[in-house]
């Protein structure tokens, strides 16, 4: 569960909850609880009841106070607006009816004929995916083969963690990692640094030769009987799809939570963000072929689950040769790709990361040594390739562990002094240009080490989303050890002497995305997208210094090539992103065409 551990002051447990959770669901889904919390549920179905509210990373559950049966109330694949209504409920009296708080989840469901129950889920029926997310598709995950840490892929017969046959690449990479354990790497040819994949160039074919020209479409694809019947088969399917839609109509769920400091609302909005970019990225065959990412069948994931306590003591392994002295760049690179790859595949890893007091630290401090020598330019291919590996392990890690009370006992430490230099070396000059680029081989040119940059750059917007999300959750909390608000970030990021163009660089990313309008959006991109208008909302929002940077640097940029009614040519209907990207951008375009 996404919860297991006792803190009064954030959460209070409920054990026989938990314990009805636990007997109800099965492992799987159980772990990816999220959150619950007591509400007074006004739906189509239900009327004021007093109800527990369970959520989960891709729906929402209800079941009665005394639990006894377990509800589906509504997906988030259906949802597609979850607001805070400021209003006093007549039906409550009191203190309750001063501290509630009122959200309402607008929903789509299917019209029926008379009032509609909610399915009600049985034991050890509910199969969660076990599909995560990271952010993008970089160049240097290319050429990763299987899932490192997956567990639940069929083990081997002492389940370990095998090293697979493509990963066998000698001694040299070999030291400090257990064949035991260690996963599947990509093997790289041994006068090759860390991983160095090559683009594929897209032939590029004149206009003026056309080797179609002058072929007819029925020349090209003649239409046989079979094939004029297959086409009507789908031209009926579609209009079916239609006519489908059409029966859909939108409802509303409403949730009384009767504290003003609960914090189901935050939840459900940290839920449904989480989902919305996991599911919109999944609908990216490139991304889900570069991350290794799969879905297996319930059947496999039945049969094959590796227990929590197998689980702890494999990380605890990986974690004790990742913390060893001396390990080399290489084997480091490949330690965190294990560790990185683990963590996309089973949630507890990301607990796991939390409660070790060494690892949080230990990605800091090599962060910021290879973001100095990169400045420096020394071996900067190599150090860049790190650097990003290490942004996108903290940002899964960030990712959907927001009730793990050590997460945030983590990020306090030292009064938030681990925290602070995390973001000090993650802000780079976004123009930095490697000054040693005779160490390139042959395959390595200039415009690969851009791409490296970029990558890096995308990454550490997508970090930077993860903290500025945290911190505005946190700020809703009330709790001494919240210093850790958004305001604090970025007066900490204020003597940082690349701030203003690293934050310039989003802004331009932005405008670079929606100013062509020839193309829509690929999945990876929008979800970036979506990520950078959060930062840069909160740049406008709680930094008089970079609002100020911002709108005279891009003002009219965002004047002349954003336009609203463009977005939805670059972002699909079909993109679960899409609308709440579009309300995005749109507060963002009021923002940055109104500020003097």
């Known amino acids: 569960m996404a919860r297991t551990l006792s803190d009064d002051s954030l959460w209070r447990r409920n054990s026989k909850l938990e314990t009805f959770l636990k007997r109800n669901l099965e492992r799987d889904a159980y772990e990816r609880i999220r959150a619950y919390a007591p509400c007074v549920v006004v739906s189509e179905t239900l009327n004021k009841v007093f109800m527990h509210v369970v959520l989960s990373d891709e729906c929402i559950y209800l079941t009665e106070y005394s639990p006894r049966t377990l509800q589906q109330a509504v997906h988030f694949t259906h949802i597609s607006d979850i607001e805070l209504i400021n209003d006093l409920p007549d039906f409550l009296r009191g203190r309750e009816r001063e501290q509630s708080l009122h959200i309402r989840i607008v929903h789509t469901s299917a ?87 090559q683009a594929l160039a897209q032939p590029q074919i004149s206009p003026d030769i056309n080797p179609l020209s002058g072929v007819t479409a029925t020349q090209l694809w003649p239409l046989t009987p079979s ?61 889900m072929k570069t991350c290794s990412v799969s879905t297996p069948s319930p059947k496999k994931q039945t049969q094959h689950k590796i227990s929590w306590e197998r689980t702890s003591h494999l990380f605890s392994q990986l974690i004790g040769e990742l913390l060893q002295e001396k390990v080399s760049l290489e084997s480091l690179y490949l330690l965190l790709q294990e560790l990185f790859t683990a963590a996309g595949r089973n949630p507890s890893i990301k607990k796991f990361f939390w409660r070790c007091p060494e690892l949080y630290p230990f990605l800091v401090k090599t962060l910021e040594e290879n973001s100095q020598l990169s400045q420096d330019g020394l071996n900067t291919i190599d150090r860049l390739l790190l650097s990003t590996l290490v942004v996108q392990t903290l940002s899964v890690m960030f990712r959907e562990t927001e009730l793990e009370p050590a997460r945030l006992s983590m990020l306090t430490s030292k009064q938030g002094g681990v925290t602070a230099a995390m973001l000090l070396a993650l802000v780079c000059d976004p123009e930095l240009q490697p000054s040693h680029t005779a160490q390139l081989t042959s395959s390595q040119t200039p415009s690969y080490t851009e791409a490296l940059q970029a990558e890096y750059l995308d990454a550490a917007s997508v970090l930077l989303f993860e903290v500025v999300m945290f911190c505005l959750d946190a700020s809703h909390t009330p709790h001494p050890g919240h210093f850790l608000t958004v305001s604090w970030v970025f007066r900490t990021l204020k003597s940082h002497p690349f701030l203003p163009h690293f934050m310039g660089y989003q802004a331009k990313q932005v405008v670079l995305l929606l100013s062509d309008s020839e193309s829509p959006l690929n999945p990876s991109q929008a979800v970036l997208l979506y990520q950078r208008c959060h930062v840069l909302l909160a740049c406008l929002h ?55």
């Open 111 to 197: 019209k029926d004929t008379g009032k509609r129950n909610i399915n009600s889920v049985k034991p050890q029926t509910i199969a969660s995916s076990t599909q995560q997310f990271n952010y993008g598709v970089s160049p240097s995950m290319e050429g990763i083969s299987s899932v490192l840490l997956s567990t639940h892929v069929a083990p081997s017969e002492n389940t370990s963690w095998r090293v697979s046959q493509s990963s066998k690449r000698g001694d040299d990479c070999g030291k400090g990692i257990r064949k035991s354990r260690s996963a599947s790497c990509p093997a790289y040819p041994s006068n090759l640094r860390l991983a160095l994949p």
């Open 227 to 287: 094939c004029r019947s297959s086409v009507l088969a789908r031209q009926m399917k579609t209009q079916e799809d239609m006519k489908g839609e059409e029966e859909k109509k939108e409802t509303e769920l409403h949730l009384y939570a009767v504290s003003l400091t609960s914090q189901i609302y935050l939840q459900l909005q940290s839920s449904w963000n989480s989902y919305i970019m996991r599911s919109t990225l999944t609908l990216d065959s490139l991304y």
């Open 542 to 596: 709680y930094s008089t210094y970079l609002s100020t940077h911002i709108t005279s640097e891009f003002q009219e940029e965002f004047r002349y090539y954003v336009k609203i009614s463009g977005l939805e040519d670059k972002l699909p209907p079909h993109y679960p992103i899409s609308v709440p990207a579009r309300h995005l951008i749109s507060q963002l375009l009021s923002l940055m065409l109104h500020r003097p």
